[in-house]
């Protein structure tokens, strides 16, 4: 995968200030804020600093919690998967591979297959309809 390099104040000019707190500062959009927490549409889910294809539409659903929860990536080579001890938690991180962009978490209490929950801010990601 071809990495994406930018300065700090490339990714200021390319990102609105709540894109940027999330993607480059790790930051966390408010609770069912998020444009796309109830996106329904067929199409794919692109990280917001770089494009790079993060989430198909058929692995999306609705956890609950707030934020836009799917069960896999469309390919695990699109993430990076962290250990995350901030706020007194052990969690794990979850970046876009190609421009370390900040996306969410990743929780072990999914739907099948995956079992998995990746929460993901809606401000970290840019949908692309079919």
């Not at 709540?18 to 549409?41: C, I, M, N, S, W």
């Not at 058929?58 to 250990?83: A, C, H, L, M, Y």
Request: aromatic share 8%.
């Amino acid at each position: 995968m071809e990495k994406v390099h930018k300065t700090d104040a490339e990714w200021r000019e390319t990102l609105d200030p709540v894109q940027y707190h999330v993607l480059r500062e790790a930051g966390t959009e408010r609770a069912f804020a998020g444009k796309l927490t109830d996106e329904k549409r067929e199409g794919e889910f692109r990280c917001a600093g770089c494009g790079t294809t993060l989430f198909a539409s058929d692995t999306k659903f609705d956890s609950g919690s707030g934020w836009p929860s799917f069960t896999s990536p469309s390919d695990q080579e699109v993430v990076i998967e962290n250990r995350d001890m901030s706020h007194g938690m052990v969690r794990t991180e979850v970046r876009c591979a190609a421009c370390e962009g900040h996306l969410g978490h990743v929780f072990p209490d999914g739907p099948g297959p995956t079992g998995l929950r990746y929460c993901i801010n809606s401000a970290a990601l840019e949908f692309d309809p079919e």
